[in-house]
């Protein structure tokens, strides 16, 4: 299916690796140019180079903290007029709510909440002048389905949420569409990392963890990258236009409600 993009500009956050790099690969292959941030300039200048050279679009690196106003002014100055907006960040730890003081929770609300809806207050209004646009936020399954110990989290990207259901439906009418986009686990470094952690708390092997924890899967196994970026580019196609305000959960079944 051709996802009717081709020539778009994008911004993908966080896109050096995981699920962020997952969609800046399904876009690209779309014909996307890219604007890609993350912190750490390393592994943002070799994804960078990857993507362009795999697929011949333009891509700009942008290695800085998007939490920070500097850091986001920095990355619109790169992508000043965005059809495409993929809002991503790391969630917070996870922990128990009685050892969080305010400056974790205001840390969250910064990454998880804040920065995404600035993007959004940046770009929107550009977007419906122009008549077309996609913004996609990665949130979680948490949204959800609460996780007891990943608090900060469930908080922080629930208020997005609440936020963008009323935004969402405000800008539809001009060609702009606005939504969540919820991963369950997937096979990235900070599922690995987690693993890892269970794995020496249990004294087992991790190799023994994450396949005990695949097969107890619905799916019987973890997504992939690939397979999210491919719902993220659906999202941004011309084919998601009467779509806006929703929450997509990807969790290969993981969720066992009905609604």
Request: charged share 25%; aromatic share 6%; with cysteine.
């Amino acid at each position: 299916m051709d996802m009717g993009i081709r020539g778009r500009k994008a911004i993908v956050c966080a896109a050096s690796k995981g699920l962020g790099k997952g969609c800046a690969m399904a876009l690209a292959e779309e014909g996307v140019d890219l604007v890609i941030n993350a912190r750490t300039k390393s592994e943002l200048d070799a994804t960078a180079d990857e993507i362009a050279r795999k697929f011949g679009v333009k891509v700009t690196a942008v290695a800085v903290d998007v939490t920070t106003e500097a850091g986001r002014n920095q990355v619109l100055a790169a992508c000043p007029e965005p059809d495409i907006i993929v809002n991503n960040a790391g969630g917070p730890p996870p922990g128990d709510f009685r050892d969080w003081n305010r400056d974790d929770w205001i840390k969250a609300i910064d990454a998880n909440m804040l920065t995404p809806i600035e993007f959004i207050k940046a770009s929107v209004d550009g977007m419906m002048k122009r008549g077309f646009g996609r913004i996609v936020n990665i949130t979680s399954s948490s949204v959800k389905a609460p996780i007891d110990i990943l608090g900060l989290s469930n908080g922080a990207r629930s208020g997005l949420t609440g936020f963008v259901a009323g935004v969402a439906r405000k800008t539809i009418r001009n060609g702009v569409t606005i939504n969540g986009l919820l991963p369950g686990p997937f096979d990235t470094d900070r599922l690995r990392g987690t693993m890892r952690v269970r794995a020496s708390k249990a004294g087992v092997k991790f190799e023994e963890e994450y396949a005990a924890n695949a097969k107890a899967h619905p799916a019987g196994r973890f997504g992939t990258a690939e397979e999210f970026g491919k719902m993220c580019a659906f999202l941004c196609s011309v084919h998601a236009g009467y779509m806006t305000g929703q929450n997509i959960l990807m969790d290969g079944g993981q969720y066992p409600g009905t609604y």
